[in-house]
Structure formats: C-alpha cells, structure tokens
C-alpha cells in the first residue's frame, strides 16, 4: 500500500467516524449508559470464545487467563465506569460557582498489542463509547482476527441500542495472509491514521515503537511506557503469603502483562527462607551456565530488547528454546544475577515466566537494586512490595518512580485495578513523563473528555476590601503589602 | 408520520420532519422523502422542531442531495443542538444549512 493509498483509507474511516461522533454530541447520558451497557454485556456474553481466538490466533498466553482478562475489560471495566457522568452537566458546586460540563473528544484510534488483544479492544471500546466518542480499532498484525470478531461484536451490541453508524470501526477486516504482507503497508496505514486531521486522540497501547509514533503524529495521545517491575520482599513480609501471590501473577497468562513482576529483591537475612519457599511453590532456580543459555533465547541483543520467542510462552517451551531441562511442575525460571543493565540482560522486562532474583546485603542495598531496575527500562510503570512494615512501604513509595506501587498484591492483576485494589480498571497504565507519557494514572473515561468549566461570579473578597493604590506604592515592602491584603481575612 | 413532503408549483419539494428521527423513523422517512422527490428542481429539509437526528438522517441527507444539482438543496430551521452536529460533521455546507 503507497503512502498516498493510505491516505484514502484513512480519509473514508475519518470521515465515517466525524459523522459518527456528531451524532454522539447529541446523545444524552441515559442513551449512552444504554449503549455501554449492551456493549459490556456482549462482550462478556463472549469472553469464552475470544479468548481461545486470541490464543489460537497469537500463539501467546493462556485462554483461560485470557477468560480473565476479557472480564477484566468488560465486567470490571463497566462497574468502575458505569455510574460516572460523562454527557452534559458532570458537577455543579454552587459555592466555588464552578460548572462543569462534559464534551466528547471525537474520533479515537486504539492501537492494540498482540499480548492482550481482546481484552484491550472491549476496554477501549467501552471507554470510548461512555465518553461519546467513535473508536477506530488498529489491532497489532498478529490478532486482527480476534480484534475484529470483538469489535465486530460491540458494535453490534451498541447499534442495538441505536449508537452512531460506524461508532466502531477497524481498520483490516481479515487475519493477515503473511505470505503476501509488507509490515510497511502497515505502518503506512497507522501513519495516516495517526496523523489525520480529523482524528482527535490515539490511545497507543503497545511496544516502544508504536507509542513513540503516537506522541509525534501531532495528534493528542495516552501511550504506555515498558515495565520492568521491581518487586520487594521485606523482612516484614509474609513470605509463603508472598511468594504464593508473585507466582500466580507471574505465570498469569504466561506473564504478558506489562505490569507483570520481572526481577524479586531480597534481603540476605531472609534469602534462603525465600529461596526455599519459591522451590516448595514451583519456583526453579537457574545455575550460571542454565542463566547463559536461557539469556540467549530470551533476549535479543542485536535489537536491544525481549525477543518475541519467548513472549506469553509456557516454561516447558522457554525451557526447550533454551537447551535446559527443568523439574516437571516448574511454575516459574529465576535467575540469581549479580547485577543491572545490558550485561545481565534478565534484568530487562521480559513478558514471560522468568524472574532476575537478587538478594541484597540489607536494607539500603536492596533499595539501591529496585531503582536499578526501576531506572533500566521500568521508569514510571509499576513496582511491587511485600511487606508488614509502613515505614518500609513508604519508603519503597518514595524512592520508586513508579504509576503504581502495588503493596502485598499480584502486580500484573493489582495494576490493572478492580481486582485487588481501588485503582480504576485500565489496560493502558500510564507511566508519566519519566516513561514519556502524559499520565501516571491508570488511563479510563476521565481522559476521553473535554471538560468546560463554566465559572459564575465569585469574588475575591481581600482583593475587592484592598486599596488598590497600595500595588503602586514603591515605599512600601512586599511583605508590607501582603499583609494589608491578608487584613481581616 | 415522521415527515410530510409537499410539493409547491415551482418544483420545490418541502419535506417537513416531525419529532425525534431515530433509526427507526429515518427507514419509514426515506421511503416518503424518496418518492416524493422524483422530478424535483428544488428539495428543502425544514427540521423545526426536530431535536435528534441519528446517523441514518445524515445519510437521507446525502442522498436527496444527490437528486437535484448542487446549490438546490437545503436544510432550514434547524435546532442549535442539531446544527452542532452538520457542523461537527463537516457536513453544513456542503448540504447548505441555513
């Protein structure tokens, strides 16, 4: 596809989708609540079989995990969104005089990642629609099949309830024949969407690529950022309670989630009290030469990150690529490592069931790791801490540079929020300006409108009793002149 | 009835739509509108009093446009909230909204 033939395509869905989002701007909040409430329920109605798609389709993760994801994305979703008021007048405090009035955005474009296809779509469909504003779904080119079937299924669902025609667009309407694609067709069509002046937001959840193209198509975007989590035991921690929770967040569908734990640090008091609790819950850890060989496979030098072999697969076939054998019910590979950065590349985020492990001399030292690896390529996403100490967690808190910091929690489920904590139910988890997004919030409805503020007149009353003339007055300090105008408050 | 169309002695069709034009009204007023525009010179939409349009409305709008040559074909006496949604559209001039 030539860049100009992109530029077509792009130009028949962003106008398909301006009509679609003038409709909406006349949609009051009952009809919208109609709408994403028979778009929730068809795609919980149908978690099941997108799940086994996107497996089937991505050869990544486990459907029975993806089962909860997609619920996560619908049900979860819904209940954190379905009460907050999202069309016409949102709050009206009638002592500061503010009004505040809700406007949709417009178009949206969704980039979606092949690691949490389905579920992705539905929460962005869902935000979206809540919001009033059309979706353009943009699946990764590893799930267009499952992506569409879902989007193909909210729409229908909200066209039950007479949304706007074309609310919900995607951009491909069949699985990529490899055989016959050029990934520069690809990009050209992401190219023109991104950068169409009709487009009003990219909500880009993906690799570092794609959400670097989103934040310089000049058009408004949320993005994600890479995680590499930190997770902290304390010696505080309850430790089978601890390591019971890091595995089954670990090995939750093969570790694709981004905020998924990557490295465990521990202090050397209670290392083989640690060690021993992960071998009785299915932890294996990897000798020097069994680290080696595994480093190869599941780190791609040349380009500097995971590679994609090993991503959303099982230990038995991580184990395989690598040339090792492993005990049979090994739940989780760790890996003892010396160190941070490019020499130890299973210090890196890598989205499988692998673990860097490090054990600290003390306290001061373990701390010094997690902002290692905070630093090497996790900056603003997610750590993790278990602990019984708030003096320690508070001050795990402060030294992490993290969106979330998940206490005595799952982090892959604690992130997304809704499952084991308050946090809104997202899965586009900002990382802030240290990640290079906008945000550190867990990004959900609040992001997809304009918010007006009608200000009625209140008036400053120290200004309005102040002598004016005394702003002029070069005789007089600064300190002089603010407490005349702090008098009598 | 969702719209009626009359045509006056200059071959000016007026086709006056009535209350909400949701999907279901905009099936039964394509079926009026296209058979009473046949032959016209001059085909004019009057939305007084209409206060909802749904995306089937814009698409009537289009092709009744089509039927007479460019600059005969109007909208009149559109609400605020529905002029909001031509403009957002990008469609308020080309359909001629007055």
Same mark, same amino acid.
């Given at each position: 596809m030539t860049t100009e033939l992109a530029r077509q395509k792009a130009d028949v869905i962003l106008s398909k989708a301006r009509e679609a989002a003038a409709i909406f701007s006349q949609i009051d909040q009952s009809h919208t609540d109609r709408i994403v409430k028979a778009v929730f329920e068809a795609a919980f109605k149908n978690r099941i079989k997108l799940a086994k798609m996107?497996?089937?389709?991505?050869?990544i993760g486990r459907w029975e995990d993806k089962v909860v994801k997609n619920t996560v994305g619908s049900l979860l979703v819904y209940e954190d969104i379905k009460d907050v008021k999202t069309a016409g007048v949102i709050s009206d405090d009638r002592e500061s005089g503010i009004m505040e009035v809700a406007q949709p955005l417009g178009p949206i474009l969704a980039i979606i990642p092949v690691t949490n296809p389905t579920s992705t779509v539905i929460f962005k469909v869902l935000i979206s629609l809540k919001s009033r504003n059309p979706i353009i779904i943009s699946p990764h080119q590893k799930a267009v099949g499952c992506c569409v &079937? *879902? +989007?193909?299924?909210?729409? &229908? *669902? +909200?066209l039950s309830e007479d949304a706007p025609e074309d609310c919900i667009q995607w951009t491909r309407d069949e699985p990529i024949d490899f055989a016959n694609f050029d990934i520069n067709d690809y990009y050209a069509e992401t190219q023109a969407l991104m950068t169409h002046p009709k487009l009003a937001l990219i909500l880009a959840t993906g690799g570092g690529g794609v959400v670097k193209a989103a934040y310089t198509s000049g058009t408004p975007a949320?993005?994600?950022?890479?995680?590499?989590v930190p997770v902290f035991i304390d010696k505080s921690a309850d430790i089978p309670y601890s390591i019971a929770n890091i595995l089954a967040s670990k090995t939750f569908d093969n570790g694709t989630i981004c905020a998924s734990e990557q490295a465990i640090v521990t202090e050397k008091s209670i290392t083989d009290?640690?060690?021993?609790?992960?071998?009785?819950?299915g932890g294996y850890f990897l000798s020097k030469d069994e680290v080696e060989k595994v480093e190869k496979i599941a780190y791609d030098k040349k380009r500097g990150v995971?590679?994609?072999d090993v991503v959303g697969q099982s230990v038995e076939k991580i184990a395989k690529l690598a040339g090792i054998t492993v005990p049979a019910g090994t739940r989780v590979l760790l890996a003892p490592l010396a160190g941070v950065g490019p020499d130890?590349?299973?210090?890196?985020e890598i989205l499988c069931p692998l673990l860097a492990f490090y054990s600290a001399k003390d306290f001061d030292s373990a701390m010094k790791i997690c902002?290692?690896?905070?630093?090497?390529?996790?900056?603003?996403?997610?750590?993790?801490?278990?602990a019984n100490d708030e003096a320690v967690i508070r001050e795990f808190a402060t030294e992490m540079n993290a969106g979330r910091i998940l206490v005595n929690t799952p982090s892959s489920q604690g992130a997304v929020g809704g499952i084991y904590n308050k946090l809104h139910t997202s899965l586009t988890l900002g990382c802030g300006t240290t990640g290079k997004n906008?945000?550190?919030?867990?990004?959900?409805?609040?992001?997809?409108?304009n918010i007006q503020r009608v200000a009625r007149r209140r008036n400053n009353e120290r200004l309005n009793n102040f002598d004016k003339k005394l702003l002029y007055d070069e005789t007089l300090s600064a300190e002089e002149i603010i407490a005349r105008y702090n008098s009598n408050y | 009835m969702s719209v009626e169309c009359s045509r006056l002695n200059n071959g000016k069709i007026v086709c006056k739509f009535l209350g909400r034009m949701d999907t279901t009204r905009c099936v039964e007023a394509e079926k009026i509108v296209m058979d009473s525009i046949d032959a016209a010179e001059v085909i004019v939409f009057d939305l007084d009093g209409v206060e909802y349009i749904a995306s089937s409305f814009l698409r009537l709008c289009g092709k009744a446009s089509h039927k007479v040559v460019d600059g005969n074909f109007s909208i009149v006496n559109v609400t605020p909230s529905v002029k909001k949604v031509f403009k957002i559209a990008g469609l308020a001039e080309r359909l001629n909204l007055r």
């Open positions: 996107a497996e089937k389709e991505t050869g &079937e *879902a +989007a193909r299924i909210c729409y &229908e *669902a +909200a949320f993005g994600v950022g890479s995680g590499n009290k640690v060690i021993k609790e992960f071998k009785t819950q995971m590679s994609a130890y590349p299973i210090s890196s902002i290692d690896l905070n630093f090497y390529g996790g900056m603003g996403h997610s750590a993790s801490i278990y906008i945000t550190t919030d867990n990004v959900t409805v609040k992001h997809l409108i | -």
